[in-house]
């Protein structure tokens, strides 16, 4: 099993930036395809990024490609998200999960945090 506990969310205003941590606990971390998802209220939960177990292929949404960047620290067991350029339709819930798949997909991660608000002002 895996257990996952976001922290870095906030308030910034437009234009500002974020870094997003995901700390795991768990022998199977380093084995585990991690993933970013974001829920904003009204909306269904959506892929963010994702990575795989040893951080050679990473996935962007489109509309956070070139401004957001995934990564991971085995040694460390913890996997990041930093964002950047960061607009007003960013804000929402950031949740981190794990999964024995690298996917995009909400159905195949198997582990979830409990997510962190992310507030962007215009």
């Known amino acids: 099993q895996v257990q996952l506990v976001e922290s870095g969310g906030g308030l910034v205003q437009a234009g500002g930036s974020l870094r997003l941590s995901c700390a795991a606990s768990?022998?199977?971390?380093?084995?585990?395809?991690m993933g970013w998802f974001r829920q904003a209220p009204g909306k269904e939960r959506e892929s963010v990024a994702a990575?795989?177990?040893?951080?050679?292929?990473?996935y962007y949404t489109a509309s956070v490609k070139g401004r957001f960047t995934i990564s991971r620290d085995n040694a460390k067991s913890t996997v990041s998200l930093q964002m950047n350029s960061l607009k007003p339709e960013d804000t929402a819930v950031y949740y981190c999960?794990?999964?024995?798949?690298?996917?995009?997909?909400?159905?195949?991660?198997?582990?979830w945090g409990q997510g962190t608000q992310v507030t962007v002002s215009s």
């Open positions: 768990g022998h199977t971390f380093s084995s585990s395809a």
């Open positions: 999960a794990a999964s024995q798949t690298y996917s995009i997909r909400t159905r195949d991660y198997s582990y």
């Open positions: 990575i795989t177990w040893n951080g050679g292929s990473t």
